[in-house]
T-cell receptor
Framework: GESVGLHLPTLSVQEGDNSIINCAYS??????FIWYKQESGKGPQFIID?????DKRQGQRVTVLLNKTVKHLSLQIAATQPGDSAVYFC????????FGAGTRLTVKP | DSGVTQTPKHLITATGQRVTLRCSPR?????VYWYQQSLDQGLQFLIH???????AKGNILERFSAQQFPDLHSELNLSSLELGDSALYFC????????????FGPGTRLLVL
């Protein structure tokens, strides 16, 4: 989920389980959204995007769901692996790109 | 590797000083974005340049400025530095004028003492 300040939400899952990371966005007029993954010491890395004319988009092991009614995005990671451990950000894109505070995913072997 | 390069990787300086961070976008990308990432503010958009022209400003302080050169590389200038300016500064590039996937560089870690 979303948060501000130092209280970064944390999700801990067992290797092989599915992960669901949630994000609330603020601008109901936003029509393009991106999920990024940031590993420790690295820059954010593009995972998957979705436009507002869709409510679901699938990639390799990842699925993004968009619920415009409640301004909510989720990222589903199937068969989570230790290499998926990172901070995940959603971003809504208008004239600029605004990021959520992020969720830290920890995968236990 | 995103194809975006940033230098320096680390920078340590003192309050009141001025520093310049450099970014080279992916080959062919015309847009460059600058972000600041600190512990208490998350990832904050600073400024966007497209083909040498400023396109959008975010939460950028007046002490900070940026420019994009004809070869499309960009520099972020931070002056009169304060302790609170310590953060990771990321550059991202995209091929789009204003919307589209942004590819991030590895960042510059700035520490102001």
């Amino acid at each position: 989920g979303e948060s501000v300040g130092l209280h970064l939400p944390t999700l801990s899952v067992q290797e092989g389980d599915n992960s669901i990371i949630n994000c609330a966005y603020s601008n109901s007029a936003s029509d393009y959204f991106i999920w990024y993954k940031q590993e420790s010491g690295k820059g954010p890395q593009f995972i998957i995007d979705i436009r507002s004319n869709m409510d679901k988009r699938q990639g390799q092991r990842v699925t993004v769901l968009l619920n415009k009614t409640v301004k909510h995005l989720s990222l589903q990671i199937a068969a989570t692996q230790p290499g998926d451990s990172a901070v995940y950000f959603c971003a809504e894109v208008n004239n600029d790109m605004r990021f959520g505070a992020g969720t830290r995913l920890t995968v236990k072997p | 590797d995103s194809g975006v390069t940033q230098t320096p990787k680390h920078l340590i300086t003192a309050t009141g000083q001025r520093v310049t961070l450099r970014c080279s976008p992916r080959s062919g990308d015309l847009s460059v974005y600058w972000y600041q990432q600190s512990l208490d503010q998350g990832l904050q958009f600073l400024i966007h340049y497209y083909n040498g022209e400023e396109r959008a400003k975010g939460n950028i302080l007046e002490r900070f400025s940026a420019q994009q050169f004809p070869d499309l590389h960009s520099e972020l200038n931070l002056s009169s530095l304060e302790l609170g300016d310590s953060a990771l500064y990321f550059c991202a590039s995209s091929g789009a004028r204003g919307r589209g996937t942004q590819y991030f560089g590895p960042g510059t870690r700035l520490l102001v003492l």
